[in-house]
């Protein structure tokens, strides 16, 4: 997903900042350029500090991307494909999705912000995503939880 506009904000940000590595992802939310704009809108505003994702979708038998990690730094791309903003995980949470809480539906910054909410559209979601593998969902399912910071 590489594009001249992740580079560009890339040196932008370490030009401004005292980060010298090259280590970053660049990534859109969601399935679709209008779900990447309204969460990538979510972010801008301050209102989304956290994302989560299916545990197994990790590694080379599915998505092929690696966990994420305490410090990574991600750019945040539009429904365009272009990069907007960069974010720097804080925390990162295993845990089944039954066991999700009130403040990771907040963090996340959509709807009401309240976990009922954030159910309502990450099951459906998480179901879509398993499907393309012939996997059920759970409420048993590990959940990547990352509490990130918008640094640029």
Known sequence: MMNQSVVDLW???KNQSEITADHYEAWAFGNSPEMADELLAHVLKG??????SLHLLYGRNFEDEKLPEVGDYSVLLD???????????????????????????YLEGEGDRTLRYWHSV???????????????????LLIVYELFELVF
Do not use: M
Not at 47 to 52: A, L, V
Not at 79 to 105: F, M
Not at 122 to 140: M, W
């Open 11 to 13: 040196t932008q940000f």
């Open 47 to 52: 209102e989304k500090t956290g994302t989560s």
């Open 79 to 105: 429904g365009n494909n272009q990069a907007q903003a960069i974010i720097r995980t804080k925390v990162v949470d295993i845990l089944p999705y039954s066991q999700l809480s009130e403040v990771h539906g």
């Open 122 to 140: 990450h099951q459906p979601f998480f179901e879509q995503a398993l499907e393309k593998y012939d996997l059920t969902f759970s409420e048993e």
